[in-house]
């Protein structure tokens, strides 16, 4: 099977407001691809259409994963099926501890249809020994994981624990819609350390960003440019730096220009 994510000729609405305009992109398994564009451009819609986010409708195209079209699945499926999209907004969850969340998350994956679920569940002890692994890797402070879901979590609090769920859950894609507001230095490292230990055959990724910064710390094999729903340019690292010096008219100049 294949962990390449394809993306077909992609159109997808909000209400009236046509959004995606024919996005055609491919992520190959096991690289790492960054997206970036100017804000308003689609980048997010195109993070949260991949994940199964049910607010946007999709009005024509495909998109594949372990040569499935996604799109037919729902957010849990694909989740299952090796797609992981780091929360953009992580909700806060009174009640529900980290540990809790993440054992959870890890025994959904591990169901079967037809057993019961408690002859699939990961064994207490094997659970324990996974988090601790992780978190060591993570410089995480054993509470850590008594506290509640998100609840008073800083933002590289949240992003570590975002990281700590994909080395948990082990992804064939995982998709980072970095926000460019409140991601402070701190948790554009603790992201960007994880990607990069993380990455590799087994786990690509794709880095959805406004600003080159978060390329200074992940170094990605291609860059695409989205610009008003479509994707408009490609190309290997060097793309990113120019976009940074020369910011984005530049390409809108050549489009206008081509066209
Ligand atoms: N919930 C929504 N309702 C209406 N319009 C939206 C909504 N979310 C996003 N948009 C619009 O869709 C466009 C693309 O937004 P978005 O995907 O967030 O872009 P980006 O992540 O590249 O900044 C923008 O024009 C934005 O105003
Ligand atoms: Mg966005």
């Known amino acids: 099977m294949s962990n390449d994510l394809i993306i077909r000729d992609l159109h997808a ?5 046509e959004i995606l305009r024919g996005v055609n992109l491919t ?4 690289t790492i691809h960054a997206v970036m564009g100017p804000n308003g451009s689609g980048k997010s819609t195109l993070a949260n259409i991949i994940a199964g986010h049910p607010s ?3 009005t024509g195209g495909d998109i594949f994963f372990k040569d499935q079209n996604i799109l037919e699945l729902d957010a849990n ?7 992981f999209l780091a929360f953009q907004y992580p909700v806060s969850v009174p009640g529900v501890s980290v540990a809790n969340f993440l054992r959870a998350a890890l025994n959904a994956h591990r169901a079967e249809a037809g057993k019961d679920p408690k002859q699939t569940a990961i064994p207490v002890a094997e659970f324990r020994k996974l988090l601790r692994e992780g978190m060591r890797g993570l410089e995480m402070d054993e509470g850590f994981t008594r506290r509640y879901l998100n609840e008073g979590f800083s933002g590289g609090e949240k992003k570590r624990l975002e990281i700590l769920q994909m080395t948990l859950l082990k992804p064939g894609m ?3 819609d970095e926000t460019d507001s409140g991601l ?3 948790a554009l490292r603790i992201v960007a350390e994880g990607v990069n230990r993380l990455a590799g055959p087994a786990m690509g990724a794709l880095v959805i960003t406004h600003y080159q910064r978060l390329l200074n710390y992940i170094k990605p094999g291609f860059v695409s440019v989205m610009m008003d729903g479509r994707i408009v340019r490609e190309g290997g690292p060097d793309l990113a730096l120019e976009l ?3 910011g984005y008219d530049w390409v809108r100049e050549e489009l206008a220009g081509a066209a």
């Open 174 to 176: 995982a998709i980072m």
């Open 244 to 246: 940074e010096a020369k």
């Open 27 to 30: 992520i190959r398994g096991g």
């Open 184 to 186: 402070d230095i701190d």
């Open 56 to 58: 946007y409708t999709v």
């Open 13 to 17: 609405r909000i209400g009236e407001k």
């Open 77 to 83: 499926e694909r989740s299952r099926l090796g797609l």
